[in-house]
């Protein structure tokens, strides 16, 4: 009784990632049709669908790496400002980890997890470093604090983007495909960061391939299509009843390609 | 005459003149390198202005013939009450053009920074400008060394516009006319102003080798 109690409490706040219908087009494609989410605090939200369904559009949009056509975008409530000093502010809030890493190539680990606190939020250098420290230490890097990025594996190196992330202590974090872009061997541990950060109650939105990953951490899943979310449901339900045939078509090749 | 007498008799004056041509050099070089930075951040910002302008000082300089441009500066700017010292016009000459190729160096060492690291600047909260100065320049100018040096040589070499203004003491150029009007110094007077700019030239590029082999980046 109490547990039912607090979950409407949550649902009352204010999300933390509110899309109202959301349009976008690249020219004559329109890459997402009245798009509709919201995401709580807390909330693990895992967005799958085909390639080219516009679910790594969606996902960029919500920081406004990519802008929209129509529609709104709300953070705490807040509408995304125009580009500017405002949004880079609020772009500071949410986390954002890329397919492709997309670490600094010319500074040190250690510096790629400070550059954003000393730049952005003004951390004195001593206080940065020793934070960074301790988030290398816990995707378990710190020990090649002091090499570039060149230097590291591909699942090392998106360990570090997660920790600069992390650094900014962002209220909500955003996973573009994390995992898309590494040797399969390297896929584990990043998954287990990001496993370990769920339980600990961060806000993410992630986009992913991984179909057992998806079911084990997300307490939302998003099936996405031709630009229209097609199916929101719970893990459990998505993977064995999903409501819509192109849900089960999807999940169906899915398996045809694990055989 | 031979090198040995010209040497004795013009020793100093060659001296002097080797100073004046590495002062109008670095001096032209710090100038151009903090310009041509300027011009490409305007040419990469979002106001369209900036970059129109930008990139039009980029089409004029780098197409202007030094002479030319000298001949603006100390024979036109006076009709617009603008008045140079003759160093000062040479220094702005050999300033403005070595930067327009100072930017299009720049411009393609940014061409080597993936878009991702723009993008991952800008999803930590860094301004436009901070991302130009933590991400951008740090990465466009370590990968523009090599051409940065030859930018360095040939702004020493457009230096030798001085020879073409009374400059006292006058450049490594300036010196072979003057000696000979002086003396008959003939071909000689000439090939040891040559040896002096080509030593240089190759210490530079030595320089420019060892610093880029030190800062280049791993990819």
Known sequence: MAQEQNKTERSEQTPVIELRHVDKHYGSLHVLKDVNLSVQKGEVVVIIGPSGSGKSTLCRTINRMETIDAGEILIDGEHLPEEGKKLAQLRSEVGMVFQSFNLFAHKTILDNVTIGPREVLHTPKKEAQEEALRLLKRVGVDTQAHKVPAQLSGGQQQRVAIARTLAMHPKAILFDEPTSALDPEMIGEVLDVITELAKEGMTMVIVTHEMNFARRVADRIIFVDHGVILEENTPEAFFTQPKTQRARDFLNTLKGRDK | ?219
């Open chain 2, 1 to 219: 005459m031979n090198i040995q007498a010209l040497l004795s008799q013009f020793g100093e004056k060659y001296l002097l003149a080797l100073l004046t041509t590495y002062k109008l050099t670095a001096s032209a070089f710090i100038l151009a390198l903090i310009l041509g930075t300027v011009i490409t951040i305007m040419r990469v910002s979002p106001v369209k202005p900036l970059r129109v302008v930008a990139d039009f000082y980029v089409q004029i300089f780098r197409n202007i013939p030094g002479s030319a441009l000298l001949i603006i500066l100390v024979y036109a700017l006076p009709y617009l009450n603008v008045i140079l010292s003759y160093y000062a016009a040479v220094l702005i000459a050999t300033t403005l053009i070595p930067a327009a190729f100072c930017s299009e160096y720049l411009m393609s060492g940014m061409n080597t920074i993936g878009t991702g690291q723009i993008e991952a600047a800008r999803s930590l909260g860094m301004t436009f400008l901070q991302s130009i100065k933590n991400v951008v320049i740090p990465q466009a100018v370590r990968s523009s060394v090599l051409p940065m040096t030859n930018l360095l040589v040939a702004t020493m070499l457009t230096s030798a516009l001085a020879s073409q203004v009374p400059l006292n003491p006058t450049d490594l150029t300036g010196i072979v006319s003057y000696i000979n009007t002086h003396a008959v110094g003939g071909v000689t007077a000439f090939l040891i102003s040559a040896i002096l700019y080509c030593g240089t030239a190759v210490i530079i590029g030595q320089v420019g080798n060892q610093i880029d082999r030190k800062v280049r980046i791993l990819r």
